[in-house]
């Protein structure tokens, strides 16, 4: 690997740590900040889910951004959004003030920070035979950042108000801006080939290819899963009366172990063909949701089941922007790939959103846990069929 290229992978796998570990973190203040405001766990819920919601659709218009002006600039930017969101969330008082703060704000923010932007700047300066492995190498960042950092959340938690915890990861956040200019080497790549294939030709091409949907489909599904696990198990832990600390570290042990998967998928979609590892991810995960629900609650279980769903987490990630990458190239990878974490947003606004709207209605996650087992055989069943081949004009264009 080139000296530009693994400085747009430091500089990746950095932003990566820090705004997905924060980002990874907002479950465990569900439970303070629904007691101080006087308010069911749906209000929170919305509030994830409308951030989640925003992620997904700002996603393509970032990535069209980043596309044709650049990472480093879409990244401070993102940064700068981000920050704000996170301080002005620890003025909150009422639901409104959660909705616009850590939902609409953080959520466009994450769109110009994660993912889409960095796997885009990543893609063009990573040989084709390096990119699934690369792209596994910054989602195990993110994974990474979620180890490091809930942990760390937890303790600011237990030291500080949910308020001053949040103006922490403020600061903290803001170091994504000069962070951001490790992705130049990358956007000089992109005026270099600015005389290619059109934006508009590209989402011809894309809207006519029916594995560009599939992948849509089995994306949404991801989205579902873990927008539910992440925001709502430490609270179904606590009903069963496991403390916070088992919260924290089922969750931390989802970064841990994802950052095993997330590097070992990467390395299998080089090897084997990306659509049937997603199949066998999506398989893997109906086995451990429904394993996690037939033994005995417990601390060792909880974390076990944290371990088990981390290892396969994430893992999705580099697979999907992967089959993006291989059929259509690089030059719009972050748009194309932004279409499809939008779809897998809008799934995650459900598993936000309906997983407190169940235990609401129903007293519990009894109902949710059900269809999170149906979607993952849904999920293996869809990428089966998907074309996988590149096509014919965009595999002889520079990528």
Request: hydrophobic letters at 60%.
């Amino acid at each position: 690997m080139s000296r530009k290229a693994a400085a747009v992978m430091m500089a990746g796998v950095f932003c990566l740590i820090l705004a997905m570990g924060i980002r990874q973190s907002f479950g465990i203040f569900l439970a303070p900040i629904a007691l101080d405001l006087g308010v069911g766990r749906q209000v929170f819920g919305l509030a994830i889910a409308l951030q989640n919601l925003l992620w997904g659709l700002a996603q393509p218009f970032t990535g069209a951004v980043a596309d044709h002006f650049g990472a480093v600039k879409v990244t401070i930017v993102g940064a700068a959004l981000y920050a704000a969101g996170l301080a002005l969330a620890a003025f909150a008082t009422d639901p409104l003030g959660l909705n616009i703060t850590l939902g609409v704000m953080v959520g466009l923010a994450l769109a110009g920070t994660t993912y889409g932007t960095v796997l885009g700047a990543v893609g063009r300066v990573v040989p084709p035979e390096k990119r699934s492995m690369a792209f596994g190498l910054c989602t195990a960042a993110g994974s990474f950042g979620m180890f490091a950092v809930v942990p760390g959340a937890q303790a600011l938690l237990d030291a500080l108000s949910w308020r001053d915890a949040l103006l922490v990861l403020a600061l903290a956040v803001a170091m994504l801006a000069p962070a951001a200019f490790g992705f130049a080497a990358s956007d000089g790549l992109i005026r270099r080939t600015a005389g290619g294939q059109s934006m508009r030709a590209a989402i011809a091409e894309a809207r006519t290819h029916g594995g560009y949907w599939l992948l849509n489909a089995g994306f949404f599904v991801c989205g579902f899963h873990v927008a539910f696990v992440a925001t709502h198990l430490p609270a179904y832990l606590a009903d069963h009366g496991l403390p916070p600390s088992v919260s924290a570290w089922s969750l931390a042990m989802i970064g841990l172990f994802n950052i095993i998967g997330s590097y070992l998928f990467g390395l299998l979609g080089g090897q084997f063909r990306q659509k049937w590892v997603l199949a066998a991810i999506y398989l893997a995960r109906a086995a451990v949701i429904g394993l996690f629900l037939l033994v005995p609650l417990s601390g060792p279980s909880a974390i076990a089941f944290g371990a088990g769903i981390g290892f396969l987490w994430l893992g999705t990630v580099p697979l999907t922007s992967g089959l993006v990458a291989r059929v259509f190239g690089v030059r719009y990878l972050s748009m194309l790939y932004g279409v499809v974490f939008a779809s897998h947003q809008l799934g995650a606004f459900l598993g936000a959103w309906g997983g407190g709207l169940a235990f609401d209605l129903l007293g519990s996650y009894d109902s949710v846990w059900m269809v999170s087992i149906a979607l993952a055989l849904f999920a293996a069943a869809v990428h089966l069929p998907i074309n996988d081949r590149p096509l014919v004009r965009l595999a002889a264009a520079p990528a």
